[in-house]
């Protein structure tokens, strides 16, 4: 399974971005999926997970409210829609796929990992 995250950039402070996990190889469409970010010199640390079927999801508080997660299962696709962006936002965003079929913000519920995209965000 490979996981293709993009769509990161460098945007203003209040701006907007989507980023795209595409996944290829042999993909599943019975695994939740989930978005992490570390920035420099910190821990990876969780953003949002959605269930295998997108009917569930989860989210950071740091970014509620102002992210939001999504799937198209017929393109292999997971979405995450930042709004709202702060400069506390900037980090290498990681997507990954889940072992079950939704996962929260256990990293090590998650088995596949893409190589991250990165999002700046300036003041």
């Known amino acids: 399974v490979q996981l293709q995250a993009s769509g990161g950039g460098l945007v203003q402070a209040g701006g907007s971005l989507r980023l795209s996990c595409a996944a290829s190889g042999r993909t599943s469409s019975n695994n939740g999926m989930g978005w992490f970010r570390q920035a420099p010199g910190q821990e990876r640390e969780f953003v949002a997970s959605?269930?295998?079927?997108?009917?569930?999801?989860d989210y950071a508080e740091s970014v509620k409210g102002r992210f939001t997660v999504s799937r198209d299962m017929a393109k292999n696709t997971v979405y995450l829609h930042m709004s709202s962006l702060k400069p506390e936002d900037t980090a290498v965003y990681y997507c990954a796929r889940a072992r079950g079929a939704f996962s929260r913000s256990s990293q090590s519920s998650y088995v596949y990992w893409g190589q991250g995209t990165q999002v700046t965000v300036s003041s």
């Open positions: 959605i269930s295998w079927n997108g009917a569930l999801t």
